[in-house]
Structures are given as structure tokens and as C-alpha cells.
T-cell receptor
Framework: NAGVTQTPKFQVLKTGQSMTLQCAQDMNHNSMYWYRQDPGMGLRLIYY???????DKGEVPNGYNVSRLNKREFSLRLESAAPSQTSVYFCASSLANSPLHFGNGTRLTVT | AQSVTQPDIHITVSEGASLELRCNYS??????LFWYVQSPGQGLQLLLK??????LVQGIKGFEAEFKRSQSSFNLRKPSVHWSDAAEYFCAVAPGGNTPLVFGKGTRLSVIA
């Protein structure tokens, strides 16, 4: 049982480059989330998808786009990476009002 | 504004000593409450949750938490800390409906011999 799988685990980008972080879950969860984690800031919500076909902005959506490709997959895209987007990114999934299940994270460095 | 506060950024305890990590929230109604733990380089793992009912909830790894409505608190406790408990701990609140979890900034726990 894989749970929530994120790829890649590590990535280094130059300022202005683009990339997509992939996330897939095999628990048949309706809701999926993208958080970023920065030292001393806890986890901050970037975007979430309460159900297939819907997406909503979270606390820090600027500079990101998302796609809920199907019920299993929820991708996060950086169109033009900036050093301020250096962070650890976590994908999570859940049923409504149930605990989140997290992936192991993607460590992104933008130089 | 709705918020979750973990007042302690870093706590150091001796192995075998008791532990209490504090969490306070500000929401109008009783939200759903969670504690997560994160080991270095890992994702977050659920320790325990409170939805309703008994205000003292038991979790994994010997942890428990007590919901106190009058204090808007959900403090995490463990009677005897093990070196393997060294990690970062996050309190989280789900305000209700389909509103996503809001996390506190975390408390880093160090355990010394």
C-alpha cells in the first residue's frame, strides 16, 4: 500500500525555470492538498482540491498552479521559479474531515 | 482571525522525563484537532485526533492529548520520553466543513541522555 507518492524527491532549479511536482494517492481519497514547509513557518497551504474537478487557493498560492488530473493525481506547477520558492513541498490526501495522509516531500532549491 | 499557536519553538527533555507540548487555537466552535509528528527528512505522521466525546484521547507511540474547551487548548503529553521521540510536532485544526487543516508552526523536541 503506497499511500501518497510524490516525485521527485529532490530538485534544483535556476531562477525562471519551470517544473511540475507530481503527487498520486491510492487510498481513494476525495481531497488532495499541497503544502510548503519552511523553517519556523510550519506548513502553509498552497492549493487544495476538495474533490475531483475542483481546486481552491490556500494561504500562499502566488507563483503556483495546480491540476487535479483525476481522483488519484494532483500536480503542482511552478511556471517561473524564484528563490523564494525554495522549500520542502508536501502533498497530502484525505476523506472529508478526516486526518491527512502525507507524502514524504519534495525538497526544492531555486538558485 | 482563525489561528493555531504552539508557544514553544524548541523543547529539550531528558530521556525518561515527562513531556507536555502546548497547543492553543482560536475558532468559534469546537473544531477537529490533530497532532502530527515529523521525523527528519520524513513526511508527517498522525499521532492522534479529537473529533468529539471523551476529552482525553490516546494516540500511537504512548502519546495522549487532552482537549480543554474552556482554555481552547489541545496539549500533547507523554509520561516517559524515549530518545526516538526526538522530532518536530505539529498541532493542527480543521475548522469544519471542507475547510483544510490549519497547522501550528511546530515544536521541535530534543531528547538528551
Amino acid at each position: 500500500n503506497a499511500g501518497v507518492t510524490q516525485t521527485p524527491k529532490f530538485q534544483v532549479l535556476k531562477t525562471g525555470q519551470s517544473m511540475t511536482l507530481q503527487c498520486a494517492q491510492d487510498m481513494n481519497h476525495n481531497s488532495m492538498y499541497w503544502y510548503r514547509q519552511d523553517p519556523g513557518m510550519g506548513l502553509r497551504l498552497i492549493y487544495y482540491s476538495a474533490s475531483e474537478g475542483t481546486t481552491d487557493k490556500g494561504e500562499v498560492p502566488n507563483g503556483y498552479n495546480v491540476s487535479r488530473l483525476n481522483k488519484r493525481e494532483f500536480s503542482l506547477r511552478l511556471e517561473s521559479a524564484a528563490p523564494s520558492q525554495t522549500s520542502v513541498y508536501f502533498c497530502a490526501s484525505s476523506l472529508a474531515n478526516s486526518p491527512l495522509h502525507f507524502g514524504n516531500g519534495t525538497r526544492l532549491t531555486v538558485t | 482571525a482563525q489561528s493555531v499557536t504552539q508557544p514553544d519553538i524548541h523543547i529539550t527533555v531528558s530521556e525518561g522525563a515527562s513531556l507536555e507540548l502546548r497547543c492553543n487555537y482560536s475558532y468559534g466552535a469546537t473544531p477537529y484537532l490533530f497532532w502530527y509528528v515529523q521525523s527528519p527528512g520524513q513526511g508527517l505522521q498522525l499521532l492522534l485526533k479529537y473529533f468529539s466525546g471523551d476529552t482525553l484521547v490516546q494516540g500511537i507511540k504512548g502519546f495522549e492529548a487532552e482537549f480543554k474547551r474552556s482554555q481552547s487548548s489541545f496539549n500533547l503529553r507523554k509520561p516517559s520520553v524515549h530518545w526516538s521521540d526526538a522530532a518536530e510536532y505539529f498541532c493542527a485544526v480543521a475548522p469544519g466543513g471542507n475547510t483544510p487543516l490549519v497547522f501550528g508552526k511546530g515544536t521541535r523536541l530534543s531528547v538528551i541522555a
